[in-house]
């Protein structure tokens, strides 16, 4: 028998004194049921060359063996099944090796098992084997069973023949792949490999196992955005020892595909794998002579330090207990078919809010019914790019988080703007040095503007624009063109008899609750129609503080009309104020009236300023907001630090790439797909002729009510958030249309 290399040391299938101590700290963080989706059963006659780990411990392991090893650590009630593969070796027998894992199986409930195949196993074999035990849910390849000596710098073609993944996509198995090469999840030809094949065969589920082989962290690091959008990939945590790879999949793929392993019974080695260089070292006791001098501590298990880093990502990522479920245990036994959740949920908490939040939502144009009723979701669990997830996963080729996010869902560069913020604290006694910054920025734009307030909301952005100019002016009376938000100021104009505000984007906007006093307070003109505002200034001149509009919604005014506006607004001692809320930023940076000419006094921005985190601007020249300093205007809220973090992080971005021009060639291209799908099927649709970045067509039926249902349903089922309206983001790629013109 070889000597052991530190035999002052217990080996790993004896727990120390270090071990429990370290495990009782786990487990205090650990959920209450465990489900290892990595786990191997072997005896050690099957393996060839057999590991001195391995050869110190039992000479065959079933499930009483791993219950008992990583029950010591995690506790053994905890763990509630696992799936099972048999320990791969260069000149094993492995049949016998599938064998052993598979009797190991009979008559227990909750675990399933994966079995070895090469390049030599046949597809009809394979298939037998399938087919006569239930117990099989997928694959487990491995480079050591390719023919060759270096088989570390493999192809996955070389290990993994491609009939494994048709086999996958026919029976909707799994695939657990160790890759390798140097780079792993770094290496081109790995990730063009797995984002092909896992596109040709959708159904085949692939588990990288090991965080993407991410033992060399930046490895994982670097290439798991190339990743992104494969809906068949998951992740296990097995025998990696650091967070930084776990916490990069989490970062992208989110908790629902992260799964827990201990890789057993590489768990039981005493030591860690450590990122070092430009590769990894295993520092273990069977490896490495440990002494005084150049280690202070004493190893513990493997499968200890691995569960940690688990732990650790999901601190970083700042998730909860139910994500920890999800993690440890439920998403394993959601991908192997073994937990099924009710696909009512989101509707379910849907009908149950309607009953503690009046009208369901926050926000009228997010209310389910305005979609689907009982079908579209009303929740979000994730969102990313033009990715959502609820119970399920969908693009959002809708109106895209009702146009504030023209970067996309969770832009990594804002995000990582906002995560300094909050790491170093967002709110303080003290206010924001980021405000200066971006009212600087704000001004540098937009050279007539010379000042700048901020709020969060783009409602009470407009708010405050109105109360500015009434100070400004010393009057009271605005003249509106357009929708401009909930306040008193805006449905004013609806407490007359009529519904003055129809045709200003929403109808029917009821005034109950707004002071019959401010009766006789707001006039609406139509966009384009200069009689009208001739005679709400031929009648209200005198009173008029503010002409408040877009300065364009979906196509461009009529030549000279936005000077006309100003003119008038001008001649009568009123302001001008553009609301950019929706529009600015989508046509050119700065907003719509840099692309016209035409500066206003007072502009007001929100949405897309900060995208999707809360951030509003009025900004304006000195005479403008002169109202400003007198008139109380102030809320502990507009003094946080997130929204300013955020907003210049998005200007930033925006001033380098140009998302004006991306998302005017993606709406075109969706409005020549509903061009072509309508006159291919006769559908009787009519796509307007606005602009490309905020793209809409409608029915033109006396159905048009149902058929937009119809068309919304069928688009749920295709995987797609999607309705008459499209606000094209930066995160809305050439790829995505494909899939969504596709249909």
Known sequence: MTKRLNPGMP?????????TAFAALLRSRLPRRLFDVHMHLYRTRDIDPCPAFLRAGPAAAGLAVWR??????????????????????????MKAANRFVLDALKNRKNFRATILVSPASTRADTEAAVAANPRIVGFKPYHLLAA???????????FLPEWVWQVADEHGLLIILHMVKDGALADPANRKDIRYLCEKYPNARLVLAHAARGFHAPNTISGIAGLRGLQNVWFDTSAVCEAAATRAILDEFGPRRVMWGTDFPVSQQRGRAVTLGSGFA?????????????????????????????????????????????????????????????DTKTQDRY??????????????????????????????????????????????????????????????????????????????TLNPPEETELAERLCAIHPWA??????????????????????????????????????????????????????????????????RELRGTNFTFTYNNREELREIISKQGRDLAAVV???CRCFDPEPGFLEFVREQAHGAGALLIFDEITIGWRLVYGGAHLRFGVDPDIAVFGKTLSNGHLMSAVIGTT?????????????????????????????????????????????????????????????PIEVDDGYPALAHFSFEHHLADALRTLYVQLMLERGFLAGPAFYVSLAHTDQIVDKYVAG
């Open 68 to 93: 008992e090893h990583i029950g010591g650590q995690v506790g053994r009630k905890r763990l509630v099944g696992a799936l099972c593969t048999p320990f791969p070796s260069k000149r094993g027998d």
């Open 282 to 342: 295993w520092i273990t006791t069977d490896q490495v002579q440990w002494n005084d001098v150049s280690f202070f501590g004493r190893p513990v298990l493997v499968g200890l330090e691995s569960t940690k880093a688990a732990l650790d990502a999901a601190d970083m990522m700042g998730l909860n207990e139910e994500d920890l479920w999800d993690i440890f245990c439920d998403n394993a036994l959601r991908l192997l078919g073994m937990h099924c959740e009710h």
């Open 623 to 683: 005479a403008a907001m002169s109202g400003a300093h007198d008139s109380f205007i102030s809320s502990s809220y507009w003094t946080e630090g997130v929204g300013p973090a955020a907003a210049l992080a998005t200007l930033e971005k925006m001033g380098r790439i140009d998302v004006p021009a991306h998302c005017t060639r993606i709406g075109e291209r969706v409005k020549n797909a509903w061009r072509e799908h309508g006159e291919r099927n006769h559908l």
């Open 11 to 19: 080996t790993g299938w004896k727990l120390t004194g270090e071990d």
């Open 148 to 158: 060759g000596k270096d088989t570390f710098q493999c192809d996955l073609g070389d």
């Open 351 to 428: 009908r149950a809010a309607k009953a503690g939040i009046p009208g369901g939502v926050q926000l009228l144009s997010k209310r389910p019914e305005m979609f689907a009723p009982g079908q579209w979701p009303a929740y979000f669990r994730e969102a990313r790019g033009c990715e959502v997830w609820d119970l399920g996963h969908y693009y959002d080729l809708s109106i895209h988080g009702i146009g504030a996010s023209l970067l996309g869902f969770r832009d990594p560069d804002v995000t990582r703007a906002v995560r300094r913020r909050v790491n170093l604290g967002s709110w303080s």
């Open 549 to 551: 509009m877009e300065p």
């Open 450 to 515: 010379e000042q700048a307030r901020f709020t969060r909301a783009g409602g009470e952005a407009m708010a405050v624009a109105v109360r500015i100019a009434r100070a400004t002016t010393d009057r009271s009376v605005v003249a509106v063109c357009g929708y401009h938000g909930w306040h008193d100021w805006y449905l004013a104009a609806n407490l007359g008899g009529e519904d003055a505000l129809r045709g200003h984007l929403l109808p029917g906007l009821s005034p109950l609750g707004v002071p």
